[in-house]
């Protein structure tokens, strides 16, 4: 299994809107719906932001949202802020019962 | 309160085995819909997943690693163990414990996450 592709970097100025996509196959991010968004601060473990495509949990801000079309999932940001300047990874979940993320993407906001 | 708490070695010698513990509170590797597994991250590189167990001690492993990789549980004393073998030092990475529960947000994401351990293998 490959990783799944996603920018390296983005960027947007506060109030903005932005969007991470992740590119990956009809094996993976194309098959389910099972993409899901993670934030990481330096230093810092990843923190769960989407789960199933457009799911949020419990605490994670509505200006975070996901969707899907064919086999590249996004995550939006709306609304920017200097706190979500960090590194965010998308990650698929496959019927073999394994995992694959994607390569990670920088966010700046300018 | 749910935590995860990674320990184990912080260098290891390249050809050894690296054997990592993650320990839990607050959850159950015996409770029904509950798995837990590891997740590493190179410096300055991108996350990738490793093993996950399962309460009825189902396992997967990543297909690229799965021929050095062993995960284990004990749920008497709450811990999950994973065993890499024939180290080198590509493998130098934060290594994270994982969980995932049907029952909350499902078997797709890791909802808990350990503040990860740093492994550097090196002679």
């Known amino acids: 299994q490959s990783a799944l592709t996603q920018p390296a970097s983005v960027s947007g100025y506060p109030g903005q809107s932005i969007t991470i996509s992740c590119t990956g196959t009809?094996?993976?991010?194309?098959?389910?719906?099972?993409v899901s968004w993670y934030q990481q601060h330096p230093g810092k473990a990843p923190q769960l932001m989407i789960y199933d495509v457009t799911n949020r949990p419990s605490g994670v801000s509505n200006r975070f949202s996901g969707s899907k079309s064919g086999n590249t999932a996004s995550l939006t940001i709306s609304g920017l802020q200097a706190e979500d300047e960090t590194d965010y990874y998308c990650s698929s979940y496959m019927s073999s019962g394994t995992w694959v993320f994607g390569g990670g993407t920088k966010l700046t906001v300018l | 309160q749910i935590t995860l708490k990674e320990s184990g070695p912080t260098l290891v010698k390249p050809t050894q085995t690296l054997t990592l513990t993650c320990t839990l509170s607050?959850?159950?590797?015996?409770?029904?819909?509950?798995?837990v597994g590891w997740v590493r991250q190179p410096p300055g590189k991108a996350l990738e997943w490793l093993a996950h167990i399962y309460w009825d001690d189902d396992k997967s492993y990543s297909p690229s690693l799965k021929s050095r990789l062993t995960i284990t549980r004990d749920t008497s004393k709450k811990q999950v163990v994973l065993r890499m073998t024939n180290m080198d030092p590509v493998d130098t990475a934060t290594y994270f414990c994982?969980?995932?529960?049907?029952?909350?947000?499902?078997?797709?994401?890791?909802?808990?996450w350990g503040q990860g351990t740093l492994v550097t293998v090196s002679s």
């Open positions: 607050g959850l159950s590797l015996s409770t029904s819909g509950v798995g």
């Open positions: 994982v969980r995932t529960s049907y029952y909350d947000l499902g078997n797709s994401c890791f909802d808990y």
């Open positions: 009809s094996s993976d991010v194309g098959g389910h719906n099972y």
